[in-house]
């Protein structure tokens, strides 16, 4: 035999749920973005990845023991030593010290003198009768001033520049 319930409800207002709409779209730009962002730090892992696969080369070499003076983890010291033998004046005992044992010298001045060939293009007006006449003309005629203005139109830009070392002395 069934049985039945009898349910009464209070006195007043029902309300009724509000209507069901459509979020499929809402949703789909929500995993849209959502899915950008798991790319976004895809990425960024690998990049970190990369720099902690570097730092552990880098530290790995640090490590490594020290068998050549001119080893650029002995910068610092070479740099200190130099600064102490210039301002003691214990500059050739450095000289010969870093030549013995093959570590960095110090950077000196020097004076160099050149030899500077130019090449450059310069017109110069002349008249003459023959174009032979006027090639030997211009070669007599021409000066360093019309060199330097050539140069000068040309912002100072040569066809071409040789240069020898004829003398050098150190500072």
């Given at each position: 035999?069934?049985?039945?319930?009898n349910i009464e409800f209070a006195q007043g207002q029902l309300d009724m749920p509000a209507p069901v709409t459509e979020r499929r779209g809402a949703y789909v730009g929500e995993m849209a973005?959502?899915?950008?962002?798991?790319?976004?730090a895809?990425?960024?892992?690998?990049?970190?990845?990369?720099t902690v696969e570097r730092q552990q080369r880098e530290?790995?070499?640090?490590?490594?023991p020290i068998t050549d003076a001119a080893d650029d983890r002995l910068a610092a010291i070479w740099e200190k030593g130099e600064q102490i033998a210039n301002d003691e004046g214990?500059?050739?005992?450095?000289?010969?010290?870093?030549?013995a044992i093959?570590?960095?010298?110090r950077e000196r001045d020097f004076r160099v003198t050149l030899s500077v060939t130019l090449t450059q293009r310069v017109t110069v007006s002349v008249t003459a009768r023959t174009?032979?006449?006027a090639e030997d003309l211009a070669t007599e005629a021409y000066t360093v001033e019309d060199?330097?203005?050539s140069l000068r139109s040309d912002n100072y830009v040569a066809d071409s520049i040789d240069a020898e070392v004829t003398d050098w002395e150190r500072e």
């Open positions: 035999m069934a049985t039945t319930t973005r959502t899915q950008a962002d798991l790319v976004a895809q990425a960024q892992a690998a990049d970190l990845a990369l530290i790995d070499r640090l490590r490594l214990f500059c050739s005992e450095y000289d010969r010290l870093v030549e093959g570590g960095t010298p174009s032979d006449e060199v330097i203005e």
